[in-house]
């Protein structure tokens, strides 16, 4: 027999499990540990994992759950981190991080808006950006780990110290490192607004087909690279050059006439989003300094693309 409250009384709480509510923040640090939102769930579905498998004692002789999972999340990440490299070593052409969607905007697109999704979980701020998120690649897995941990997520190197397995001395060495990279590298990006505009103005150009314009909105020195991930089509070397990246591009949109390009959030910035026969077939983040665009880092590589296969069309 079901009993149901009476009406206007409270219902009784259920039980939860206090440990289901970290998970949106050890999604968060993986992400942005690993650069991969498939690689990250599976990261912190095997912390969880290891949690429940431990025995109810030992479950709770754990002063805090939350720290236990942060660092044998932690640990995974740095372990993934090292294989990693020598997995993308073999990969064709160049890696980019996997681009994200703002959240409330993929939720509003997907049949049923569930939110259940962990892209809904990533929170966009400047250590998602692609430009943050590259620089972060070119550092090793023991400087990654120890920067995001206490630059991003405010860790002391004691705790940093019991997770990356060297001493707090140590650790705070590896996030300096980290910081003169990101100095030497990252342009810092400007107002969102700012870079809305130059998108804007890039894909009005590009569905032109106007080589003369997308030179104008390029820095002379501008890159972009592309990720097929040998699965699709993409250059394997990066594209320097105003000029060259603006023929390249529209050669390309020549090639696949009858594309959709929409503007969207990427990792939370202003992007775009190329269509083609109903799919998302290529995601595309910018980077910007002044009146110019300097980078732009084109995902399509299919197994990167799957939060973007329910966005809304304009």
């Known amino acids: 027999m079901t009993i149901r409250p009476r009406s206007g009384q409270p219902r009784p709480e259920v039980p939860r499990d206090p440990v289901a509510s970290e998970r ?3 999604t968060n640090l993986a992400y942005r540990l690993l650069g991969s939102l498939a690689e990250a769930e599976d990261a912190v579905q095997e912390a969880y994992a290891r949690w429940y ?7 709770e002789a754990v002063r805090s759950p939350g720290a236990w999972l942060t660092t044998v999340t932690g640990r995974i990440c740095l372990d993934v981190l090292g294989s990693a490299r020598a997995r993308r070593e073999s990969y064709v052409g160049a890696w980019v991080p996997e681009p994200l969607p703002d959240g409330r905007e993929w939720m509003n697109g997907r049949s049923g808006g569930s939110g259940d999704d962990p892209a809904d979980r990533i929170t966009l701020d ?3 950006d692609m430009a943050f998120l590259v620089v972060l690649e070119t550092m090793t897995p023991a400087e990654r780990v120890a920067f995001v ?12 110290s019991g997770i990356v397995g060297r001493t707090p001395a140590a650790c705070r060495q590896l996030a300096s490192s ?3 990279r990101l100095r030497a590298e990252r342009v ?3 107002a969102g607004s700012q870079q809305g505009h130059l998108v804007r103005d890039f894909k009005q150009a590009w569905q032109a087909n106007d080589i003369a314009a997308l030179i104008g909105l390029l820095d002379p020195a501008a890159a972009m690279v592309a990720d097929g991930g040998g699965v699709a089509n993409a250059v394997l070397r990066p594209i320097t050059g105003a000029e060259q990246i603006a023929r390249f591009i529209v050669e390309m949109a020549r090639r696949a006439p009858g594309t959709e390009l929409l503007e969207r959030s990427v990792n939370g910035r202003p992007g775009l989003v190329a269509r083609f026969a109903g799919r998302t077939v290529t995601v595309a983040a910018f980077a910007t300094a002044g009146d110019r665009i300097t980078h732009i880092w084109a995902v399509r590589n299919p197994d990167k693309l799957h939060p973007w296969t329910d966005l809304p069309h304009d």
């Not at 498998?53 to 479950?59: H, I, M, N, Q, T």
């Not at 941990?149 to 940093?160: C, I, K, N, R």
């Open 53 to 59: 498998a431990l025995p109810p004692r030992d479950r």
């Open 24 to 26: 949106r923040r050890l």
């Open 149 to 160: 941990l206490h630059d991003v997520f405010q860790y002391s190197f004691a705790e940093v």
């Open 126 to 128: 400047e250590s998602v």
């Open 178 to 180: 980290a910081r003169r």
């Open 188 to 190: 810092p990006a400007p």
